[in-house]
C-alpha cells in the first residue's frame, strides 16, 4: 500500500496535466460569420430608395472563368424572408442534376405590397397597407437598374426567369400578362389573382389574343385555398382557349399544402419541370 501511494502521489501531477489539457482543447473558437453567397445594394431612381439584392451563386461558377449562367430573379429575397430556402433548393437540385444551375437573384424588401400590386379601385384592397399599386415601377426598377447591375457583375447568359409566390405570384403572373418579354419563364404559386376585383384574370383573355415576342413558359401552383384555386382554375381556363405556341404553360395543383406551405414544395416541382437539365449527348461509336 505504501508503494501504492506513492505512485499515485506522483501521477497526480501529469493527472492535473492532462486534465487542464483537456479543458484547454475544449475551449470552443470564436465564431465566424457563415457565408451562403453575396449581397450588395442599389440606389434606385426609379423607386427613390436604396434596395437591397442577395445573390447565390451555384457550384461551379467560382472555379471556372469562362462559365455564364441563366438568372432567376425572385421577389421576397431578403434573408429573412424566402432566399434562403430557395438558394438552398437551386443547391441541392443542381447538385443532384434535377435544375440546370442558375445565378439566384433575391430582391430584399421595403414597401413589398406597394411593390408588389398593381392600380386598384376595390376600396378593401387599399386598407392592406399605406402605398399600394408600385408594381410598374417595380418592373422598372427590374428592368433598367436591377438587370444590368446583375450582368455587370456576374457572367450571365440572355435567359433570365422570375419566381413568386402570393402577391409575389401576383406580379409574375401580371409582368407576364403586360411585360412579357421581360423574363423567358414564370413561376407562381397561390397568386393573389383577387386583387383588384380579378381584373388581371379578366383581362387575361385580351392580352393573350396578342402573343408578342419570343416563346415563354408558365408555371403555377396552388395550395387548398378555395378562392386562388377558382380564380388560378379560370386562369387556366383562358389558357387553354387563348394562349397560343409561343406560351408553354402547366397548372400544378397541390391541396394538400397550405397557403403557407406551398412555396418550397412547388419550387422543387416547377424548378424539375421548367429548369430540366438537357440530355447529355451520347458519345459517337468509334
Not at 31 to 56: C, D, H, M
Not at 89 to 112: A, D, K
Not at 182 to 200: E, R
Request: include cysteine; hydrophobic fraction near 40%; aromatic fraction near 8%.
Amino acid at each position: 500500500m505504501t508503494h501504492m501511494r506513492a505512485l499515485l502521489f506522483l501521477l497526480l501531477p501529469c493527472l492535473f496535466l492532462f486534465t487542464a489539457a483537456g479543458q484547454q482543447s475544449a475551449t470552443p473558437t470564436d465564431a465566424a460569420p457563415l457565408v451562403i453567397g453575396q449581397t450588395f445594394a442599389i440606389a434606385s431612381k426609379a423607386l427613390g430608395e436604396t434596395r437591397r439584392i442577395n445573390v447565390y451563386l451555384p457550384a461551379g461558377y467560382a472555379e471556372s472563368k469562362d462559365l455564364r449562367l441563366p438568372v432567376l430573379y425572385m421577389p421576397d429575397g431578403g434573408m429573412a424572408e424566402d432566399f434562403l430556402h430557395v438558394a438552398g433548393l437551386v443547391q441541392v437540385s443542381v447538385g443532384n442534376e434535377t435544375m440546370r444551375p442558375f445565378i439566384l437573384v433575391g430582391i430584399e424588401n421595403t414597401e413589398r405590397r406597394r411593390d408588389l400590386t398593381g392600380p386598384t379601385t376595390n376600396p378593401k384592397d387599399k386598407q392592406i397597407a399605406p402605398r399600394v399599386g408600385g408594381s410598374a415601377a417595380f418592373r422598372q426598377f427590374i428592368r433598367q437598374e436591377l438587370m444590368p447591375e446583375v450582368k455587370r457583375r456576374y457572367r450571365t447568359t440572355a435567359e433570365t426567369a422570375i419566381v413568386g409566390e402570393s402577391l409575389a405570384g401576383l406580379f409574375v403572373v401580371e409582368t407576364l400578362l403586360q411585360e412579357p418579354d421581360l423574363f423567358d419563364t414564370y413561376l407562381a404559386f397561390d397568386p393573389s389573382l383577387w386583387w383588384n376585383n380579378k381584373q388581371l384574370v379578366t383581362d387575361a383573355a385580351r392580352q393573350l389574343a396578342n402573343p408578342k415576342g419570343t416563346a415563354k413558359t408558365l408555371y403555377l401552383a396552388t395550395s387548398n385555398e378555395p378562392e386562388i384555386v377558382a380564380d388560378t382554375q379560370r386562369l387556366t381556363e383562358i389558357l387553354r382557349s387563348k394562349a397560343g405556341p409561343r406560351l408553354t404553360w402547366h397548372y400544378e395543383p397541390m391541396p394538400q399544402e397550405t397557403h403557407g406551405t406551398i412555396y418550397h414544395p412547388a419550387a422543387l416541382k416547377g424548378f424539375r419541370m421548367v429548369f430540366k437539365p438537357q440530355p447529355k449527348a451520347t458519345p459517337a461509336p468509334h
